[in-house]
């Protein structure tokens, strides 16, 4: 009991409806509280709305109603802050730019108007975006034009980026999926490590239910309209199915 | 009615308001006849080509080194050249901001529909029209040419770009949005790389477009080796008519060349990826 009181929720969704059409919501009346520090896995059938409900986390999409509450910060139609990191399924990174310029974009909503207009970040963003990108064995292709980097460097980068951000929420939809398993451990290792180093909480996507119940802290099933948290027993009677 | 019969019964129609119109437009073949005759009468005054138009002209004198600089061909070509390019770079820049603000995927509301229409608007006129149009507003030479064609160009650009932006995949924008990136940020940083190799072809193409128009808004007096033209036409000298008709395919093709030169190796290099 005396752990709970000192438990700081991050991420709050309070009767929230979440879809593209108004009337038509993809998912219904969800009510989940994520805290600081947890690794949270959504798992579910394709087409479910995972994405969709990630997105409107993100403030990407707007909800149909109820409540966002980021920080104890509650809004009904959010502006999407540096607070929330996003790694979308297929990254969302700029293919004509650089490694570094694409791992610096993590960094814009801390730099002045100029420096921004300009992409020219001070020396101490870019050691640090380098640092990262070394922590990731990418230091070598900072300057190589993202469009040219196989499919699992992307993803590295796109890590990275977020990495850059230290944002409090990190959400990413599918980020260890079509890796091969020592790169998958390895990316995944560097993104939950740096949540437990730094006190963010992280929300993944993932296909596969055993892997996302070996790194979660919680594991949500999202179905038939529904998000419903599974407890260790459900979450083996997934992985065994 | 089969099939068969349906086909002879529409081609018989067709031929049959074919006559109707041809009637009411007053077309006569015997004006075709003579056409030919009237165009045997130029070609034989037109050729041969009168090779004067690459000398130095008699008046102003001619104080360069070399003379062909005077001549007709170098001075309307030049000017020509020298108004497109200003009006592509010029039309090029200020279509920037109506074809951001009226890309679908940027969200500018209202605005997108009042730049549509504004871009729209522009592209209802062609360029000729707008040229005697800044003739009147500015009088005769190339500044009425320059302001033709620039405002031509953000018209015709103005969708080809927004078109572009609208092209760009959306998974860039959002984890920028997501990331907090402001509106401008997200179309400084992302949607303006994304569609560079487009927006490059783009204006490539535009400047051939309007080297050509350059020659044809001469005609109403904008400037450039159209205002020879016309002049030549109009004195019925055409053997210099023809020249310049000459030089002036010449040099599209020319431009049309490098032009598809600089596509190709740009688009090769981004098709590495």
């Known amino acids: ?241 | 009615m089969t099939e068969k019969n349906k086909t002879k019964l529409s081609l018989v129609v067709a031929v049959f308001i074919l006559f109707i119109f041809s009637n009411n437009l007053n077309l006569d073949a015997g004006s075709i006849i003579d056409g030919g005759r009237n165009s045997k009468d130029f070609i034989q005054e037109a050729l041969p080509l009168d090779m004067n138009v690459f000398n130095a002209q008699p008046y102003p004198e001619c104080e360069k080194k070399i003379p062909f600089f005077c001549s007709i061909a170098w001075l309307g070509l030049s000017e020509t050249f020298q108004m497109a390019y200003i009006a592509t770079i010029l039309g090029f820049l200020l279509a920037i901001p109506f074809s951001v603000v009226a890309s679908s995927n940027l969200n500018f509301g209202k605005f997108k529909f009042v730049s549509r229409s504004m871009l729209s608007f522009i592209r209802v006129l062609p360029s000729l029209v707008w040229a005697i149009f800044f003739v009147v507003a500015v009088g005769l030479g190339p500044l009425a040419g320059v302001l033709a064609m620039t405002i031509y160009t953000i018209g015709f650009l103005g969708k080809l770009q927004y078109e572009a932006f609208e092209g760009v995949s959306n998974h860039p924008i959002e984890s920028a949005k997501a990331i907090g990136m402001k509106k401008w940020q997200i179309v400084n940083h992302v949607v303006f790389p994304e569609s560079a190799n487009n927006l490059m072809s783009q204006l490539l193409f535009m400047l051939e477009y309007n080297m050509r128009h350059g020659a044809i808004i001469g005609l109403v007096g904008a400037g450039g080796i159209g205002y020879y033209l016309n002049l030549y036409l109009k004195l019925g000298i055409y053997d210099r008519v023809m020249s310049i008709l000459m030089i002036m395919f010449v040099s599209v093709m020319l431009i049309d060349s490098i032009s598809n030169a600089l596509r190709k190796k740009y688009f090769n290099e981004t098709n590495k990826s």
């Open chain 1, 1 to 241: 009991m005396s752990e709970t009181v000192f438990k700081e929720t991050v991420l709050e969704l309070k009767n929230l409806n979440v879809g593209y059409v108004s009337k038509k919501p993809i998912l219904e009346n969800i009510n989940l509280e994520i805290e600081k520090g947890e690794i949270v896995a959504f798992v579910g059938p394709s087409g479910a709305g995972k994405t969709t409900l990630i997105k409107t986390i993100a403030s990407i999409i707007p909800q149909i109603s109820g409540e966002i509450c980021i920080l104890g910060e509650c809004c009904a139609d959010c502006l999407p802050s540096g607070n929330i990191g996003y790694i979308p399924q297929r990254l969302g990174l700029v293919n004509n730019k650089t490694v570094i310029e694409n791992v610096i974009f993590g960094k814009f909503h801390k730099m002045n108007f100029l420096d921004v207009f300009l992409s020219n970040p001070n020396e101490k963003i870019i050691k640090e975006a380098m640092d990262i990108l070394e922590s990731l064995e990418m230091k070598e292709k900072a300057n190589e034009q993202v469009k040219f980097l196989s499919g699992g460097e992307r993803k590295r980068v796109a890590v990275a980026r977020t990495l850059l951000q230290k944002p409090k929420i990190i959400l990413a939809d599918e980020f260890l999926g079509e890796l091969d398993d020592e790169t998958s451990i390895s990316v995944g290792f560097k993104m939950f490590n740096y949540v437990k180093k730094n006190g963010s909480s992280i929300i993944f996507i993932d296909h596969n239910p055993a892997r996302a119940m070996g790194v979660s802290d919680k594991i949500f099933k999202v179905c038939e309209k529904k998000v419903v948290k599974l407890d260790k027993k459900e979450q083996n009677v997934e992985v065994a199915r």
